[in-house]
């Protein structure tokens, strides 16, 4: 799996990222520099990691979806490449206009940091091929504004087109507002776009791949994106 | 001439505002945050609180009917998320 991690002023979790690919696919995955303006030869999968890209200037994300690199991640993404957009990455891809709606203030308005439990909706997109649906997960969130919400057009679309892939979920899978941490509509943690080759989450699997650091509960979506290239190839 | 404004320089310059605010029917839970400091100081009668961003932006070299273009372009493409905000742009002079 040849994979690239975008990396944008004020990014500061592409190093997990880059080290949970490392782990899980057996290859370096390429830096890319938000002000290239195309992605190395070859790439299968394009990361937008977490961090704080432009302060959160405007809004979270505003200013580093308009970068040059982001003009070569949605060609990209519009030939059908694979796209995983994590935390400030998802918030990216929301402004980038390559998923739909927004991520708000969280409902407290608190910073949560912390592990949450997520429910695998789908089992059949090349990001959770190693999850069952409705299994639960344990991963960490890290954010200020992961509260998702679009207007009720798109919530219905979404959620009719199956596209909601992880919901903020009890330690059993129930999903419940006292565990909706940020507040999101539906209990939206991630989503998929129509084509299903573009994921966005606010959670970070990638900080879950280790047992030295405790748990390993994100290492099937690692492991899943990989089998899905040996699969293809 | 980058680091001088146009005024420095001598040429015509414009100056706008661009509001940006949140759709109605949108959560602003930092509206709400700052609606409950007002109740605190108990400043009283304030029903309710929505909050928003200003931008003041100097525009070089054109009339008005273009400068509210560049501006309502900037708004489109980058000030406002038309998802969850309105923006006016103001031409003042």
Known sequence: MKSAVLVFPGINRERDMARALRLLSGREPAMV??????????????VIPGGFSYGDYLRCGAIAARAPIMDAVRAFAAKGGLVLAVCNGFQIACEAGLLPGVL????????ICRDVYLRVERSDTPFTRGYNAGQVIRVPVAHGEGNYIADGETIARLEGEGRVIFRYA?????????WNHNGAMNAIAGIINAQGNVLGMMPHPENHVEAAIGRTDGRGLFAGLVDHFNLAA | MAGASAAMMGTETMKARVTVTLKSGILDPQGKAIEGALRSLG???VVSVRQGKVFDIEIEDADRAAAEAVLKSAAEKLLANTVIENYRVEVTG
Do not use: C, K, Y
């Open chain 1, 170 to 178: 009890s330690p059993d899978g129930m999903i419940d507002p006292d």
């Open chain 2, 43 to 45: 400043l009283r009668g």
């Open chain 1, 33 to 46: 520099w938000h002000a290239d303006a195309a992605l190395p030869s070859g790439t299968e999968l394009v």
């Open chain 1, 104 to 111: 708000m203030r969280n409902a407290q308005l608190r910073f």
